[in-house]
């Protein structure tokens, strides 16, 4: 069977690339996700916002897939500005739990210079793993 590309129903086409690519094996490869909603417009210009957007979508990825967030091994998230990030943990935190609960996958973060897009604060990928149905 060939990786399968995963795409949340309302979400406007990927370009380039795909937001997900389920693996035969179960393993969910998602791709690096900003802070964009499912028409890729930036409703939130903060960083805990964008960053609370981004984990929303990698969760309707994740879903999307027929797993839930526990299913979720691994985030890298490529963050470009390491002060915003530190001053905010608090806030942070609490948006996280608001989407993936105390689930803690394996984490790095990656302090980088720019992003593609311009209003893009934040991008985090992810690797999941959904059980294979049958």
Do not use: C
């Not at 001053?87 to 996958?105: D, S, T």
């Amino acid at each position: 069977m060939a990786p399968k590309t995963i795409q949340p129903e309302g979400w406007a086409p990927a370009l380039g690339y795909a937001n997900g690519m389920l693996m035969e094996d179960g393993t969910l490869h998602i791709a690096g996700q900003i802070g964009w909603n499912a028409q890729k417009v930036f409703e939130q210009h903060d960083f805990v916002g964008q960053m609370e957007q981004t984990l929303e979508n990698i969760a309707a990825i994740v879903r999307a897939a027929g797993g839930d967030v526990g299913d979720i091994g691994r985030l890298t998230w490529f963050v470009k500005d390491k002060a915003e990030y530190m001053a905010h943990q608090r806030e942070i935190g609490e948006a996280y739990r608001r989407v993936l609960g105390r689930h803690f996958p394996a984490m790095s973060l990656i302090i980088i210079k720019d992003l593609v897009e311009d209003e893009a604060l934040l991008e985090i990928e992810a690797t999941a793993f959904v059980k294979p149905k049958g």
